[in-house]
C-alpha cells in the first residue's frame, strides 16, 4: 500500500482486512505501540517520528522481516513500508530469497491539499490502528474508540509543522520508490522457455509480473471501489470473510487487531 501519509493507506488496508482474509502490517502502527510499551526500538523511534523523520531502514527491515517470517501462506497487506529506496531493494532482496516476490503496489493518490485539510481532524485507537476522522467519520462517543471503548488519541506528529516535514519526506524518500516499482513491473517475465539457469534459481525468480497500480481520489470512500476491483481481479481466489458488512466501515474487524497484536508480539524480541 504506497502513497503519502494521511492518503487513507491504513483505513483502506483496515477495510480490505475487514472484507478478505488476509493480514494488514501497519509499520506507524508497530512503532507507536513500541513507543507505548517503553520498548528499546519505541525508544529508539520516539524522537525521529517526533520530528517527522524516517525511522533507519535497517531497523525497520528487522521489524517487517521479523513479522513477515512468521506468515506463512498468508496474504498480507504491508502498509507504510517500504518507504525509502533502500528499504525497497532490502524487501525484494528478503523477499526473493523466500521465493515469495511482491505481487502487486497499489498507489494511493490523494491531492495534497485534501490531506493537510483532513489531517487536524485525524484521531486515532493507538492499539488497533483505528483511524476516525471528526469530520466525516467521527466515533460514536466523541474521544472514544467504537470497539473497545478505549480514549482516542491524537497523533503528536499529526500537527501542521510536523506533516508537513513529513509529506517533505514523503517526497524526497519515498516517491522514488514508484519509479522502482515501476521498473521491476516492467522486467521481462522469467519462464522455463527463456531461461537457462538451475532450478533451484528458477524458484528465486518472480513467478508473475510485478503489478503497479494507480488509485486516485479525495476520499477512502471514492477509493474503496477501485481498489476493491483491483484486489478482486488480482486474487480471484482470495476469500472473503464469512460474516460482517463488506468493506463499508472504517473500523478494524477484530481478526485486524489480532493481525496488529501479533505483529507487535513479533517485533517484541526486540526489546
Ligand atoms: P505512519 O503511521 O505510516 O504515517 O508512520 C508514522 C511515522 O513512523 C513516520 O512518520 C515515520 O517516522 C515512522 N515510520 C513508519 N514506517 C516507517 C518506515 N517504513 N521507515 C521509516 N520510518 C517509518
Redesign the pocket.
Given at each position: 500500500m504506497f502513497g503519502k501519509?494521511?492518503a487513507g493507506?491504513?483505513t483502506l488496508s483496515s477495510r480490505l482486512v475487514k472484507k478478505y482474509d488476509l493480514l494488514s502490517i501497519?509499520?506507524?502502527?508497530?512503532?507507536?505501540q513500541q513507543i507505548q510499551d517503553g520498548t528499546e526500538v519505541g525508544k529508539q523511534?520516539e524522537e525521529?517520528?517526533a520530528r517527522?523523520?524516517?525511522?533507519?531502514?535497517e531497523l525497520?527491515l528487522r521489524i517487517?522481516t521479523d513479522k513477515l517470517d512468521t506468515l506463512h501462506d498468508k496474504h498480507w497487506i504491508l502498509?507504510?513500508?517500504?518507504?525509502?529506496l533502500r528499504?525497497g531493494q532490502l524487501l525484494e532482496a528478503h523477499l526473493q530469497s523466500r521465493g515469495t516476490p511482491l505481487t502487486l503496489v497499489v498507489n494511493i493518490n490523494v491531492p495534497d491539499e485534501v490531506i493537510i485539510s483532513r489531517i487536524s481532524d485525524r484521531w486515532v485507537h493507538i492499539p488497533s490502528g483505528r483511524v476516525y476522522n471528526t469530520s466525516y467519520n467521527p466515533p460514536r462517543v466523541a474521544g472514544y474508540d467504537d470497539v473497545t471503548g478505549e480514549p482516542l488519541a491524537r497523533?503528536a506528529?499529526d500537527d501542521p509543522e510536523t506533516f508537513t516535514r513529513?509529506l517533505q519526506?514523503f517526497y524526497n524518500s519515498t516517491n522514488p520508490l514508484l519509479e522502482y516499482y515501476g521498473a521491476l513491473a516492467n522486467q521481462e517475465v522469467v519462464t522455463t522457455e527463456n531461461v537457462h539457469q538451475h532450478p533451484h534459481q528458477l524458484l528465486l525468480d518472480r513467478p508473475d509480473k510485478l503489478v503497479v497500480r494507480t488509485v486516485t481520489g479525495s476520499t477512502s470512500d471514492i477509493i474503496w471501489p477501485d481498489l476493491d476491483r483491483i484486489i478482486t481481479t488480482m486474487f480471484p481466489t482470495l476469500t472473503p470473510r464469512a460474516s460482517g458488512p463488506e468493506g463499508a466501515q472504517n473500523t478494524t474487524p477484530l481478526a485486524g487487531v489480532v493481525a496488529a497484536s501479533e505483529a507487535a508480539a513479533a517485533t517484541s524480541s526486540l526489546k
Open positions: 501519509p494521511g493507506k491504513g501497519s509499520t506507524g502502527d508497530l512503532l507507536r523511534a525521529i517520528m517527522g523523520g524516517l525511522v533507519p531502514d525497520m517487517v502498509d507504510g513500508f517500504p518507504r525509502t528499504q497523533r506528529d513529513r519526506a
